[in-house]
């Protein structure tokens, strides 16, 4: 079973910044794909941003410009940096990997606030 940690989440106030970090209990070296997801009340869950295989990077437009993803090989973690932070960007955050295309797993979610 792969495990997943997330954390750096929290209040902001509009216009801030956090980092979110994704800990793998597995290598990340040759993942499928890897990125992050957040799913505001009421909403369906949505990708936020994301690698696959290759290096292709994904990003949802609503956060073009002001997210990045990242990722550490050595330590197994994947990194969410959000600035320019909108109240529209409150959700919980989640972490998942697909070692395959046929497998899948998810962090717990970690919760980020931005409200003046």
């Known amino acids: 079973q792969v495990q997943l940690v997330e954390s750096g989440g929290g209040l902001v106030q509009p216009g801030g910044s956090l980092r979110l970090s994704c800990v793998v209990s597995?290598?990340?070296?040759?993942?499928?794909?890897m990125g992050w997801y957040r799913q505001a009340p009421g909403k369906q869950r949505e990708l936020v941003a994301r690698f696959t295989i290759g290096g292709t990077l994904t990003y949802a437009d609503s956060v073009k410009g002001r997210f990045t993803i990242s990722r550490d090989n050595a330590k197994n973690t994947v990194y969410l940096q959000m600035n320019s932070l909108k109240p529209e960007d409150t959700a919980l955050y989640y972490c998942?990997?697909?070692?395959?295309?046929?497998?899948?797993?998810w962090g717990q979610g970690t919760q980020v606030t931005v409200s003046s």
């Open positions: 998942n990997i697909k070692p395959t295309r046929s497998t899948d797993y």
């Open positions: 597995r290598s990340i070296d040759m993942i499928y794909a």
